[in-house]
Nanobody, 124 residues
Framework: QVQLVESGGGFVQPGGSLRLSCAAS????????MGWYRQAPGKERELVAH???????KYTDSVKERFTISRDNAKNAMVLQMNSLKPEDTAIYYC??????????????????WGKGTLVTVSS
């Protein structure tokens, strides 16, 4: 079964840094796009950043110049480096991927999967 597993969340003071990782496992043919979303208490889930198979990136305005997304295609993995963290970055961060993969006897094309989420808390 195809899974996304996140790691790297935690507690950090304002101005600090954290590095989130996400690894995809299973019978994956290709990963078209990987990204991070976040959901703060009382708010809707929002896109933080994503990266395509061609390494094109997109960031939400509030994290530009502070966060960097990258991927290792050989390992089906992705990293989000978060610098200059602010209290408003506090949220559960979810890994997301649009992939082509096989589960059982079925091929899935352009199908999406989510990780379970990792908590990032920025506070003094």
């Amino acid at each position: 079964q195809v899974q996304l597993v996140e790691s790297g969340g935690g507690f950090v003071q304002p101005g600090g840094s954290l590095r989130l990782s996400c690894a995809a496992s299973g019978r994956i043919f290709s990963i078209n796009r990987m990204g991070w979303y976040r959901q703060a208490p009382g708010k809707e889930r929002e896109l933080v950043a994503h990266i395509t198979s061609g390494d094109l990136t997109k960031y939400t305005d509030s994290v530009k110049e502070r966060f960097t997304i990258s991927r290792d295609n050989a390992k089906n993995a992705m990293v989000l480096q978060m610098n200059s963290l602010k209290p408003e970055d506090t949220a559960i961060y979810y890994c997301h991927a649009n992939m082509d993969f096989r589960e059982g006897n079925i091929n899935y094309i352009g199908s999406e999967r989510w990780g379970k989420g990792t908590l990032v808390t920025v506070s003094s």
